[in-house]
């Protein structure tokens, strides 16, 4: 995939800090939104894989920074969950005006929530999906329960979430109270994947049953058994990211496909960060990842350059022989 970092603003002119990925030597067919997870960022090793996996199938595909996180702008103490969901508002429209209206939509967690919330204001959305979302935005509260008699006293508290440490004032506490996923879950009439894992021990399986009792059809449910909330094990988010590109081709526009004029040429994109070895290929219309096997520091995500060597050989051979 190709990432280019973006920046665009948010209600209260504070810049966000986006990746707008986009799948190799084509135009994408449909744009996605990733909503990560609460404190999380685009640097999420579980966003990345999802994104990969959607840019493969043809997607462009921006996860951003929500406000005071990551390299965005703003103060964290000061957001709640109705910013979060204007911050996902202004991406979409930052896509409208600058590539094409977004039209798939994909919240992980509270991000999950904050989707829904936020499918519901943009029209161009035609499919959601939620990762391990919560069925209502207040049962953050049970994670800030040691801390929640400290808010409601002084008004602000700083907590643990996940490793990271933040300042949580009572503004939040007091906006989650005020939000109902099944009534717009009722009222919402789009195409919606619930993703959850029956061993998820931050929010409950139960949940995902809420979610989609709640939901209109066309609705889907998937069990992603045995990974944890954060999709700690990487084969959990690329089995996801290959199940989110399949299953919404059923409900998006692919449009014609835009099959590249070079037939026999062959180009190769290394990835970034801890992708390290991870490199896509394109030759003519066809795709594939290549890598480097785990012992020598890559991901074991494809075939290595001297495997694919190998391969040429033998196919070359073994057509040779056909002829």
Known sequence: MLREKKIFKNSKDEKLVAFLEFPLGKRPHNFAIFAHCFTCNKNFQAVRNI?????????GVLSFDFTGLGESEGDFADTNFTSNVDDLIAAADFLTSNYQAATLLIGHSLGGAAAIFAASKIDSIQALVTIGAPADPAHIQHLLKDKKEDIETTGKARVNIGGRDCMVKKQFLDDLKDQSLSKILKQLRKSILIAHSPQDKIVDIENAASLYEAAHHPKSFVSLDGADHLLGNKKDSQYLGSLIASWSRRYLDYGAED??????????????????????VRMGSHFLL?????????????????DLLSASLATCKAMTLQM
């Open 51 to 59: 994104s990969l996996a959607l840019t493969q199938e043809g997607f």
């Open 259 to 280: 099959v590249p004029n070079a037939e026999h040429q062959a180009i190769a994109v290394l990835g970034n960060g801890s992708e390290k070895f991870l490199t896509q």
């Open 290 to 306: 290549a890598d480097e096997p785990e012992s020598v520091g890559g991901n074991n995500a494809g075939p290595t350059p001297y």
